[in-house]
């Protein structure tokens, strides 16, 4: 048998099995969910684990957190809630050129901490044309007039990739991580732990966008009243606020309280929540209460039918990625690879911190976000037992990175969606991709290094 790194039998199988399933992740040979699927048959056949031990992973509870998520997202989003949202703070924030940028940074970012950032970047997107559109019209004879519909593209991409990091729901990175420490570990990463770290680093990221953007593609437009009165129209179009925007806007101010202040409710002794039970219980709301609306007064807020939109495979390739990580563990992959690395950093934690961030950053530019943390995870948790380091330590810095990716349309779906527009070039995304990629380098090295010990003894 051919062991050219000297692992034994049982343990090649188990590497061969992940090298497959990330050589098809990177290259996307098979759809992702589908390769998550492999150790359901490879893992009994080859003789890994029973079929009970592959499949159990797949309904860890944290992947009810992220599907609880994602049901509340599709009641905001059927609602038109979000869009309300979003255009409210653009007419707050006002109308001329850096005050409509701000605004859609503002809102695209809000919006990203609960919804996926495909879904924001999806429903911004024509609000923006909207935007661009009169701008253009008004503005003709601007000769930076096309520095403006750059800025508003890279907003929203980057503003929903950056929102997403402030929660523990706001982008699949993050709960892929969590899932992993929860299966490992045994540690529960809560919503307001996450918060701590994730929410400070995300909003001085948008605010960094923005000064950001208005530096390298200026464009001076003067407040309009017809901008004042696109905004007003997409606002009146949609009316008073229904009784369904009410109700869906009530029982997810009740879920995200519960989150935020779980811990202190469990203090109390009367009853025992975590994160995955209060975001199936807010789901469960979404499809329990009737929505109110005249036309159908047997509606619920959510019927099964519209989960048909829901990104049942993220789902899927959670479980994949846990099968795989517990699978190396268990064969030492994981101990081997941790060991061989921290030997070229020593025990310097400050260098291991940004060597990981600067990795992970640049690695998820050409792959998928939610791999490359299913398949590094591990890795640098086995970096961090091995030089006696806490895990949070090497895993926060190397998830935040992953959802920061800026240069690339490939590195995330938000990227991809804004350069098919045909507003931007190549050259504009690299240019300002690098730029917030190392701004968001320097943030998450000193989240990690200062907020990330504080916040994680709330464990």
Known sequence: MIDPFKLGYDANKVFAVAILMI??????????????????????????AKISEAAAPYANEVVF???????????????????????????????????????????????????SNTATTMMMLPIAASVISVVVAKNDHNPQLRHFAVCMMLAIAYASNFGGIATLIGTPP??????????????????????????PVSMVLLFSLYFVLIWMFPSKIDSNEEMRLLIKNELNSLGPMSVPEKRVMFIFLITATLWITRDLINKLGIVKLDDNMIAVFGALLMFIVPAGNSAKQSERILVWSDTAKMAWGILLLFGGGITLASALEKAGLIKILGTWLSGFSGSSIVVLVIAITVLSIFISEVMSNVAQVIVFAPVVTGIATAIGADPFMLGIPMTLAASCASM?????????????????????MVKAGLVMNLISIFLIVLASLFIVPWAMKLL
């Open 23 to 48: 050589s098809w992740w990177i290259t996307e040979a098979l759809p992702m969910p589908a390769v998550s699927l492999i150790p359901l048959v490879l893992f009994p056949l080859m003789g890994i």
């Open 65 to 115: 957190l992220f599907m609880g998520g994602f049901m509340i997202g599709l009641a905001i989003e059927k609602w038109s809630l979000h869009k309300r949202i979003a255009l409210s703070i653009v007419q707050f924030t006002g109308t001329n050129g850096n005050r409509i940028l701000l605004g859609f940074i503002l809102a695209t970012g809000f919006i990203s901490m609960w919804l």
């Open 174 to 199: 993050n709960v892929a991580y969590a899932s992993f420490m929860s299966k490992q570990f045994n540690y529960d990463i809560s919503f307001s732990a996450w918060m701590l770290i994730g929410f």
């Open 408 to 428: 690339m349309p490939m590195g995330t779906p938000p990227n991809a969606i804004v350069f098919s527009s045909g507003h931007l070039k190549l050259s504009e």
